[in-house]
């Protein structure tokens, strides 16, 4: 896969990186880090969520927190929103669809930066969301935005059907901004 061409990036710090699996006939395998020549911080947490289809998960993101993303089984549709007001691509939206299974020979990690937001959808039966992260949870400092802002025109590829309330009842980014 050449995600030179296939997947890009506009907000600011956002990365794309293809990491190879081997891949046998009992499935696959890979590393998720340390990236070759990675220019990443050091990691505090790795986290994972299983989710069933339809299942939404953010907007969610802080200041301080960056997170290299995966998809480690399964389809989701990944949303990134520039949350740093200093920042010139503030309120961008880069939206990318992830896939992996027992037959992928390499998946893609995406760098989320300290001061952007997440959220997935998952398009599948069931997936497993993957993410590391450069500080600890702190619910204090967590930020959570609509995930159907009307302001960030966010493309999901479906209805959600499952939702936490904490996600039903985010403000939009012109309520927090």
């Known amino acids: 896969m050449d995600i030179g061409h296939e997947m890009k990036a506009s907000i600011n710090g956002v990365e794309i990186s293809l990491i190879d699996c081997f891949v046998d006939k ?27 289809y339809g299942t939404l998960r953010g907007l969610h993101g802080d200041e301080n927190t960056g997170k290299l993303i995966f998809c480690a089984y ?18 961008q939206v880069d939206v990318f669809v992830l896939e992996t299974n027992e037959e992928s020979n390499s998946i893609i990690a995406i760098w989320v930066p300290e001061g952007c937001l997440n ?13 590391q992260w450069t500080h600890s949870y702190d619910l204090s400092k967590q930020l959570t935005i609509r995930f159907d802002d ?6 999901w590829l479906l209805d959600p059907v499952i939702m936490s309330d904490r996600d039903l009842t985010a403000k939009t980014m012109k309520e927090v901004f």
């Open 26 to 52: 009992r499935g696959s395998i890979f590393t998720t880090y340390p990236i070759a020549d990675t220019k990443y911080p050091d990691f505090v947490a790795d986290k994972f969520s299983i989710s069933k």
């Open 74 to 91: 399964g389809k989701i549709q990944l949303a990134i929103v520039d949350a740093r007001q200093d920042s010139s691509t503030f309120k």
């Open 119 to 131: 959220g997935h959808l998952v398009l599948s039966d069931v997936a497993v969301f993957y993410y």
């Open 150 to 155: 009307k302001e960030l025109q966010i493309p």
